[in-house]
């Protein structure tokens, strides 16, 4: 059986429910965000074992021994605001929060698409350039500071061409959507202004002219590759994430990679121990691929079903179900 966990809004764990469903794959879905709600989890141990049950309210009840694979996603904390004194909310979190960490370590690693440990290991941005640098890859000029002075030095050495963006990541959840932090392209005089704004760290990155964006989703041994043709629209010429809140038709096209960039991103994601990952390259005016960041648990099913690549059926192979 296959274990799907997710959060209930989560849509490409959707999609891949439709395929498993088309398939016939036996899998049950776990929504963090209705723990206590749709079930319940007990942890077990005792000097020569463990093992875990969940109970569903339905009745059902899994354990160890019945999940062949597990599928993970986007897990979010359940909504105890309306449940909990606000004095004790950040310990219930807390406390919710460490049991599925448990729970997730419960079950062996190597039935995990992307086994939770590795996914954080993964997002921390300045480590993954490093480590692209490390193995080959061209990546931007890059600072991480709240220092005016550090930012002036920046701007200056980069001939004032700099863009801002999150140190971890541009999403975050807000109320029933997610906020998009966007990348964005920085004034010359931000600078000057930097102290309006939170002391809060930002990556400042050279801003690199592109032919287009590349996003490359490994899957195992597969590499799906698709050209992003963001300077087609000024709205999506800095961070094409924004095109489907704006509803621009952006461009998406499938092309084979260079040999030698196809092996870095098997590389990166390898040193990663990840089976799945989706990576931002560039395509610059000189027909140079750089690196921008990794995301190993990134979306993956608009690529599919704007591209046809099948995505879908590469996942379901590499967990063996």
């Known amino acids: 059986m296959l274990l799907t966990v997710s959060n209930s809004k989560d849509l490409a764990t959707d999609y891949l429910i439709l395929k ?34 969940i109970i569903f309210k339905d009745g059902k009840k899994i354990a160890r021994e019945d999940i062949k694979a597990v599928y993970f996603r986007q897990p979010r904390l359940p909504e105890l605001e309306a449940l909990i004194d606000d004095k004790d909310l950040e ?33 921390n941005k300045p480590k ?9 890859f061209k990546i931007p ?12 030095d920046f701007f200056i050495e980069n001939d004032y061409n700099v863009i801002g963006k999150a140190v971890r990541h541009g999403f975050y959840p ?7 932090a966007n990348t964005q392209k920085l004034s010359r005089d931000y600078p000057e202004k930097v102290d309006e704004y939170a002391p809060v760290p930002m990556i400042f990155q050279e801003h690199i002219k592109k032919e287009f964006d590349v996003r490359v ?8 590759s698709t050209a992003i043709y963001s300077q087609e629209h000024p709205e999506t010429s800095i961070d094409w994430r924004v095109w489907d809140k704006l509803d621009i038709d952006l461009k998406h096209e499938s092309i084979r990679l260079p040999n030698s960039i196809r092996k870095k991103c098997l590389k990166i994601t390898e040193q990663f ?10 395509k610059n005016l000189n ?33 063996g179900v």
Request: include cysteine.
């Open 273 to 282: 121990n990840l089976n799945y990952a989706a990576i931002d390259l560039i």
């Open 20 to 53: 498993l469903k088309e398939e016939s794959i036996p899998f049950v879905r776990l929504n963090t965000n209705h723990y206590n709600k749709e079930y319940k989890i007990n942890l077990f141990l005792d000097g020569e074992s463990y093992n875990f049950e």
């Open 287 to 319: 027909n140079e691929y750089i690196f921008l960041e990794l995301n190993p648990n990134g979306q993956w099913a608009w690529i599919e079903q704007m591209t046809g690549e099948p995505i879908r059926k590469e996942i379901i192979k590499v967990l």
């Open 128 to 136: 993954q350039l490093r480590l692209a640098a490390d193995i080959g």
């Open 91 to 123: 310990f219930a979190k807390r406390e919710i929060s460490e049991i599925f960490r448990s729970l997730w370590r419960f079950i062996k690693k190597d039935k995990w698409l992307n086994h939770p440990e590795n996914l954080w290991s993964a997002t």
């Open 141 to 152: 000029n890059t600072c991480i500071t709240t220092s005016k002075k550090k930012i002036k």
């Open 174 to 180: 807000q109320d029933d959507e997610v906020i998009v």
């Open 217 to 224: 989703t490994v899957v195992g041994n597969r590499v799906f």
